[in-house]
């Protein structure tokens, strides 16, 4: 049977929520502030299974029409599966009308990334967006 996965924009009321899912994947402390201001202020996504969070997706403005995607991140039993492209999606339909273009930065020097590679990279590739810097460890889509 297809898992149903129900997705909704966050509020502030959910930082709690993201840094939990944060800390268990990614093993390394969130910074609650950063995320409880991008759930306020910008276009975000969660991801639920049965009511457990499995994914979130938030986003900062970097300049009035370029939002910045911030921070995605699927928990490891549910990748592959196409939610990290429904939330990616649903962010986008979230964007206020002057945002004309979205950013991510994708990095290998965070201390929870395996191996020094970049497996995002193809997420994003295969979600449209290019490649417009790149520094050997991080890239700018
Ligand atoms: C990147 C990520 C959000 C994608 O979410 P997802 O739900 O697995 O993505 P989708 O199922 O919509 O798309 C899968 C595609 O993403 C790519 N991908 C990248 N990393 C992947 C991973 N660890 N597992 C599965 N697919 C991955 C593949 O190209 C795959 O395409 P394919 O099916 O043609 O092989 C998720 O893998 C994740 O949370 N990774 C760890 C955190 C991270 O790297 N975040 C990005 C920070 S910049």
Do not use: W
Not at 2 to 16: G, K, Y
Not at 29 to 54: C, M, R, W, Y
Not at 57 to 63: D, P, R
């Amino acid at each position: 049977m297809t898992q149903v996965i129900n997705l909704r924009r966050a509020t502030q009321a959910d930082t709690s929520l993201v840094c939990e899912l944060f800390e268990e994947q990614l093993h390394r402390t969130p910074n609650q502030g950063l995320i409880s201001e991008a759930l306020g202020n910008a276009p975000s996504a969660l991801a639920f299974s049965n009511d457990k969070l499995v994914g979130f997706v938030y986003c900062a403005y970097m300049a009035p029409d370029i939002m910045e995607i911030m921070n995605i991140l699927v928990t490891d039993t549910e990748r592959a599966n196409g939610v990290g492209t429904r939330m990616l999606e649903f962010v986008e339909e979230e964007m206020p009308p002057q945002v004309v273009s979205m950013m991510l930065a994708n990095s290998s020097l965070y201390p929870d990334v395996k191996g020094g590679k970049l497996p995002a990279t193809s997420f994003y590739i295969r979600n449209g967006y290019t490649v417009i810097a790149d520094t050997g460890k991080t890239r700018i889509f």
